[in-house]
């Protein structure tokens, strides 16, 4: 069995006189330990495809089977709970508190997972030091480059160890040689077993990964 399984998923809106098909009966499967580019133009619903497989959104029709649960119908709280355990999320802008420190912003979802205030700061710690930045754990986001915080989000993610990586347009803020460093860390996490899905409308990123799903008007192109 797949690690991730989409069959039939639609995602479907609905205004006064029509309904307008944001994903029209996607069928994907995402193994363990794959590198996946997902690609497409602005408003071909990969974004749309991102939320549903980052348990941020269910779909409308269709199913999604995720390590072995059917999460499409789930209630909120639970989705909630899956997406702790399940995914580490990585965003084009960061999405830091810039208010915290690199370690505190780092431990802040595994607040959520009900661990230890000493564990939290021993796996922030770590997941910092993975990514390159001990030396800046008490720096806050404003002291960091775009690089530097792009790998604060990547400690982040990785820190509660989720199975899945979902990276959203992670080097799109950044310049060539700190995109390339995120990059490489994201090529590591891969080969060290963690499954990595790249959003991105980049095709040289995309190139890099090791299978490419192209979205177009809400279907599966290839």
């Not at 979802?109 to 030396?135: C, F, H, M, N, Q």
Request: charged share 25%; net charge negative.
């Amino acid at each position: 069995m797949a690690l991730i399984e989409l069959r039939d998923v639609s995602k479907i809106y609905k205004t006064s006189d029509e309904e307008i098909y944001a994903l029209d009966n996607i069928c994907i499967n995402i193994e363990k330990g794959e590198l996946v580019a997902i690609i497409g133009q602005s408003g071909s619903g990969k974004s749309t495809l991102m939320n549903i497989l980052g348990c941020l959104d269910v779909p409308t029709n269709g199913t999604y089977i995720l390590n072995g649960e059917n999460i499409s119908t789930v209630k909120e709280a639970k989705l909630s709970m899956i997406r702790n355990k399940e995914i580490g999320f990585i965003f084009q802008s960061f999405n830091l508190v810039p208010s915290l420190t690199a370690l505190e912003n780092v431990e802040l979802p595994l607040t959520y997972r009900k661990i230890s205030r000493k564990e939290r700061k021993a796996l922030a710690t770590e997941a910092l030091d993975r990514v390159g930045l001990l030396s800046r754990i008490n720096h806050r986001p404003w002291e960091l480059s775009g690089g530097q915080q792009q790998r604060v989000a990547i400690a982040r993610a990785i820190a509660a160890s989720p199975p899945i990586i979902l990276a959203d347009e992670p080097t799109g803020n950044l310049d060539s040689q700190s995109g390339d460093e995120i990059v490489d860390i994201l090529f590591e996490l891969n080969q060290q077993g963690k499954t990595i899905i790249l959003i991105t409308h980049d095709n040289d990123l995309a190139d890099l990964a090791q299978r490419r799903i192209l979205i177009s008007d809400g279907r599966v192109c290839i």
